[in-house]
């Protein structure tokens, strides 16, 4: 008799249990499939880079006036490590920075200067650049109408994202990580590999 009765309640709570997972199963289908994520707007390898002409400071100084603002353009002839991040002054973006600034002189042999761009202001930028000893400029895209050019501005939170575009001395972007890491080695060493492969500077092949 007990045996009957046990089997009698494990078939009820197997019969249970599938009636809970057919209803799953059957909310599941009625709920909206995912979104498909929306193409990304940043300009691909091999494309041009969209030019710009933003105010920026170095730890010198500001350049603010239309005739001081730095433009892509402007450094034609170059290779440009162009590095997004959400703000001055955060522990991450620090550790990108400094990161760049302790590597700086090996981007010159490989004929490379970095251009740091946030929504910041040129005030702010002129202070962290002192503070860190940073050697390259650091551009305030206060609107982000660069950031968005390069898919790079998170508009639910309004700071940029973290990412980093490689353009050469063309203009022509020949690497993108729209998902770069502060504090990712290899995120680094990935940059650094797509840079020797665009050639050294006369004086340092010497």
């Known amino acids: 008799m007990l045996k009957r009765t ?23 289908a009625q709920q909206p ?21 933003l105010p920026y400071a170095t730890q010198e100084g500001l350049f603010m006036k239309p005739d001081e603002q730095m433009s892509l353009a402007s450094l034609r002839g170059k290779n440009v490590i162009l590095a997004f991040y959400p703000a001055d002054w955060s522990s991450g973006c620090t550790a990108e920075v400094c ?3 302790d590597t700086f002189a090996e981007f010159g042999k490989l004929n490379a200067t970095v ?3 946030s929504g910041d ?9 002192k503070h860190h000893k940073l ?3 650091l551009l305030s895209d206060h609107d982000h109408r660069v950031a968005k050019m390069y898919d790079s501005y998170m508009e639910q939170y309004g700071f940029n994202k973290r ?21 990712n080695k290899a995120d680094y060493d990935t940059l650094r590999a797509e840079l020797e492969k665009l050639g ?3 004086e340092s092949s010497r």
């Open 6 to 28: 046990l089997k009698i309640h494990a078939a009820r709570t197997l019969s249970a249990a599938a009636l809970v997972f057919a209803f799953a199963l059957a909310a599941a």
């Open 99 to 101: 990161t760049f600034r």
């Open 121 to 129: 202001y040129v005030f702010s930028h002129h202070e962290w650049a």
């Open 135 to 137: 050697q390259f400029p």
């Open 33 to 53: 499939a995912p979104a498909a994520p929306a193409a990304s707007s940043a300009p691909k390898v091999g494309q041009p880079a969209p030019d710009f002409k």
């Open 115 to 117: 251009l740091g761009i």
């Open 200 to 202: 050294k500077t006369p």
């Open 163 to 183: 990412t980093v575009f490689l353009i050469d001395k063309d203009g022509v972007v020949r690497y993108a990580n729209l998902a770069f890491k502060a504090g």
